[in-house]
């Protein structure tokens, strides 16, 4: 399964609030908390999400022509998203799966 040796770390950034970000085994980031949470049980809970069976996958192309993912609840709140552009609409699914994205 791709992403099985991914590592996930919890952080707290300039202003304070808590982040997660999941890195694969080479050290690249494939996976990062799309806004800052001001208790670190909050952002646990967003980092563990798993699948919703609810939640919403879009898929689109940014303004340089990267193709990036983006993952909103029901309530329309973002609550994950590609942490940097992919030159393949594949490359974007393929991160996406990492996150729980079923297609």
Known sequence: MAGENDKFEVY???RG???WRRTA???NIVGAASEGYKSKADCEKN???GVVATDK???YTD???EHRWRRKAS???IVGASSEGYSSAKGAKDNAARQG???
């Open 57 to 59: 996958w879009e898929f």
């Open 101 to 103: 994205y079923e297609g």
């Open 63 to 65: 303004k340089k022509g």
């Open 12 to 14: 707290q950034d300039k």
């Open 75 to 77: 309530n329309g709140q």
């Open 17 to 19: 609030e808590y982040r």
């Open 25 to 27: 085994s080479n050290g």
């Open 47 to 49: 980092m563990n999400r």
